[in-house]
């Protein structure tokens, strides 16, 4: 009998953002697959876990997926964690679900903590349909992609480094208009925690006289200028 992949989202800030289960999971497994094991080691040891652990990054996710298969047809039960979040949602993950699910090996995915869904919530923009991008392209492509944007008539998502922000914002200028609405929200259930509204233009005079900081969640006003009612 095979074991199972346990997908398991840790907390992005505040430690105590972690569920019993989750908790009771790492507790039960064999192994635990961390993006960054000195990440991990440090939320296992607020948990008093003591459990093995191996690396799995984007820079070692295909040398080591054959490895996985093997000990999970043993009948082991491996966790996958990412440093913070949900695995697979901008983090390594997807391969090897995707090659689980290829060799009938039961996957079991818990609900928890990701950044975007907070900062949607709190953005105060229309959220019954919106579209989730993640990192937009550095390079190629990117223009594309802002293009794209432009004709976005939901309420849309990107994730963003703080030593690009402004960049990321003066592109939406550009591509959407001065006066598309937006917010910038950063570090999520931390101490600092901030969430800042207001037009593209507002938000990068205000980001451009500070110093930005941690993880970054952009949300955007879609194309359609019209209010939607959600009992519409």
Same mark, same amino acid.
């Given at each position: 009998?095979?074991?199972?992949?346990?997908?398991?989202?840790?907390?992005?800030?505040?430690?105590?953002?972690?569920?019993?289960?989750?908790?009771?999971?790492?507790?039960?497994?064999?192994?635990?697959?961390?993006?960054?094991?000195?990440?991990?080691?440090?939320?296992?040891?607020?948990?008093?876990?003591?459990?093995?652990?191996?690396?799995?990054?984007?820079? +070692?996710?295909?040398?080591?997926?054959?490895?996985?298969?093997?000990?999970?047809?043993?009948?082991? +039960?491996?966790?996958?964690?990412?440093?913070?979040?949900?695995?697979?949602?901008?983090?390594?993950?997807?391969?090897?679900?995707?090659?689980?699910?290829?060799?009938?090996?039961?996957?079991?995915?818990?609900?928890?903590?990701?950044?975007?869904?907070?900062?949607?919530?709190?953005?105060?923009?229309?959220?019954?349909?919106?579209?989730?991008?993640?990192?937009?392209?550095?390079?190629?492509?990117?223009?594309?992609?802002?293009?794209?944007?432009?004709?976005?008539?939901?309420?849309?998502?990107?994730?963003?480094?703080?030593?690009?922000?402004?960049?990321?914002?003066?592109?939406?200028?550009?591509?959407?208009?001065?006066?598309?609405?937006?917010?910038?929200?950063?570090?999520?259930?931390?101490?600092?925690?901030?969430?800042?509204?207001?037009?593209?233009?507002?938000?990068?005079?205000?980001?451009?006289?500070?110093?930005?900081?941690?993880?970054?969640?952009?949300?955007?006003?879609?194309?359609?200028?019209?209010?939607?009612?959600?009992?519409?």
């Amino acid at each position: 009998m095979s074991g199972q992949l346990f997908i398991i989202p840790t907390p992005i800030g505040n430690l105590q953002d972690i569920t019993l289960r989750a908790i009771n999971t790492l507790k039960t497994v064999d192994l635990i697959l961390a993006e960054d094991t000195r990440t991990t080691l440090f939320l296992l040891k607020h948990l008093q876990i003591e459990k093995p652990l191996k690396s799995y990054h984007q820079h +070692n996710e295909h040398k080591i997926l054959e490895e996985l298969i093997t000990l999970l047809n043993l009948g082991k +039960n491996i966790a996958l964690v990412s440093d913070a979040g949900t695995p697979g949602i901008s983090d390594p993950g997807f391969l090897l679900i995707r090659e689980v699910i290829k060799n009938n090996i039961p996957i079991i995915s818990l609900p928890g903590a990701t950044a975007f869904v907070p900062a949607l919530v709190n953005s105060g923009l229309p959220c019954n349909e919106f579209s989730f991008y993640g990192f937009l392209p550095q390079k190629k492509g990117r223009q594309t992609k802002l293009k794209q944007l432009a004709l976005e008539e939901k309420t849309f998502i990107v994730y963003e480094s703080p030593f690009r922000l402004v960049k990321l914002l003066q592109e939406l200028k550009d591509h959407l208009g001065a006066d598309r609405l937006a917010t910038v929200s950063r570090e999520i259930t931390k101490l600092f925690e901030e969430t800042k509204r207001g037009t593209v233009t507002e938000l990068i005079t205000y980001f451009s006289a500070k110093t930005v900081k941690g993880e970054i969640v952009v949300c955007v006003q879609g194309n359609k200028n019209i209010e939607t009612e959600i009992d519409e």
